[in-house]
């Protein structure tokens, strides 16, 4: 395993992290016992960091993550999220009273005494223009709840934005393949600032696995069905914004990556740390057999110039504008 360090936190973590939505729900159907083993594999092949969020199963993944870690609270790092169980539009969302209350019910599903990294959920861009929730999370940092905080943002705008608050170590977003927008500006102003990068939906929801067919279908609570036109949350949480068909079309055209890289799910999670802002990916799991499909990625060969220039080519030709939603 290697590590980076995250931002100016001091806190090193696996290049390949993973994200813990999948085994909360909305992703199909999962079974705790698998759950538990791909964690403990996670744990033994050096895996350090753990994304998950207060609304993944109603903090179904936060409960799997205290039993997984359970005596390793102090080697192992979890970053969980809040607010997307309120109202996002709404301030009172973000009040020091609800953020509270937020923080300690995760802290009590996580059976710690303290959140090394807390992120707010994607929440509605004015909430980060007008920054009083920072001003709450300085407040739980400073009662010693929460170690470090970050924002987890939709668009490379929120992230400017929320690099205008010092205490703030982190942003996760949305970078792969088909996501590059990312890598324009944000990741150097990041980098500068001392803020690292994690990477979610590295993937784009699986289509750059390469594994799907246009005719494929998904489960009724799977969110690559009931947000596939962003009915439910952000669209480009699912399909990296794509419609599933032209997504599928796509990455039939990148399946060249695979070449001499194993397959193409290495290739698409290579691609990403071959940008040293980045601090680490978020892949999702269900099982081990998945988790160790990921970690294949740290044997990976790294792309070479003229192939990361045909990669940029092919984003800004065909893909970029079949991307719905702000980004």
Known sequence: MNYRELGSTGMNVSEVSFGTWAIGGSWGKTTDEASLKALHF??????????TADVYGDGHSERLLAK??????????????????GDIFAPETYSYE?????????????????????QIHCPATQILKEGDVFH????????????????????????????????????????????????????????KQGVGIIVRLPLASGLLTGKFKQSDTFEEDDH????????????????????FKKGVELSDELKWIAEERGSMAEASLRWILDHPEVTCIIPGFKNAKQVEQNLQALRTPSFTQEEQKRIKEFYEKEVKQHIRGVY
């Open 68 to 85: 997984a870690t359970k005596g390793r609270e102090d080697e192992i790092h979890i970053a969980t999220k809040f607010c997307r169980q």
């Open 136 to 191: 709450v999370l300085d407040r739980l940092q400073n009662e010693g709840k929460v170690r470090h905080y970050g924002v987890s943002v939709e668009s490379v705008e929120e992230g400017l934005i929320c690099l205008e608050h010092n205490n703030v170590k982190s942003l996760q977003v949305i970078f792969n393949l088909f996501r590059q927008k990312p890598a324009e500006e944000l990741f150097r102003k990041a980098k």
């Open 42 to 51: 996670a744990m033994e092949q050096g895996v350090n960091f753990f994304d």
């Open 224 to 243: 690559r069905n009931f947000n596939n036109d962003g009915n439910a949350f952000n669209v480009g949480e699912t399909f990296a914004g794509l419609g």
């Open 98 to 118: 609800q953020v509270s209350a937020y923080c300690e019910a995760s802290l009590k599903r996580l059976e710690r005494e303290q959140i090394d990294l807390y």
